[in-house]
């Protein structure tokens, strides 16, 4: 499986077959913020521009509301595939950054790197839960490894229904790199 992780969802792509050719079994969105608690989906800028006390019990709301729900969409998400047959030997999971957020000194771009250090986390927590291996990517680092890979994971979309932008061949590559 790969994973190519945006703030309140991920772009999921599950690869099978052989490791040197294979095929797309499946393309989707994997929710990770709850659709019907809409401040889910940036947790973190909650706390932006607000008194620091009320700030920090609804940034921790929050954060646990991601966690509950990620945790629920990412076992679904595995037990729907291996209900199908299929085996996970691993999974990629593709991030723009894994900076600390420590380091950042402007609150907004803070916030958007707490974002993505959150949603990266749950989506480990939960494969790893479900005892899938886990390795974890930067997105401009992805090509640089595979350089060679890159116009044969722009070739599997072409069986794919739907987009195969940049989020879905990230995502697929980072399967394909550990299979």
């Known amino acids: 499986m790969g994973f ?4 309140g969802w991920a772009t999921t792509v599950l690869l099978a077959g052989p490791a040197k050719s294979p095929r797309v079994a499946d393309c989707r969105v994997t929710l990770l913020a709850d659709p019907d608690d809409p401040e889910t989906r940036q947790p973190y800028h909650a706390g932006l521009d607000t008194h620091e006390s009320r700030a920090a019990k609804a940034v921790k ?19 729907d595939y291996r209900t199908a047959g299929h085996r996970l030997r691993g999974a990629g999971i593709v991030v ?5 957020p420590a380091r950042i000194p402007n609150d907004h771009i803070r916030a958007h790197a ?13 494969l790893r839960k ?3 291996p886990v390795r974890v990517m930067v997105e401009k680092e992805l090509y640089v490894t ?17 987009p195969w932008r940049a989020e879905q061949k990230a995502a697929a590559l980072a399967a394909w790199m550990v299979l």
Do not use: C, Q, Y
């Not at 729900?69 to 037990?79: C, G, N, Q, T």
């Open 4 to 7: 190519r992780i945006k703030s």
């Open 130 to 132: 479900s005892r899938v």
């Open 61 to 79: 709301r929050l954060v646990k509301a991601v966690e509950r729900f990620a945790h629920r969409s990412v076992a679904k998400l595995i037990a």
């Open 96 to 100: 723009g950054s894994i900076i600390d």
């Open 114 to 126: 707490e974002e993505g250090r959150l949603f990266r986390r749950v989506v480990e927590e939960g």
């Open 146 to 162: 595979a350089t060679r890979l890159r116009p044969r994971v722009a070739a599997l979309g072409e069986a794919v229904e739907g």
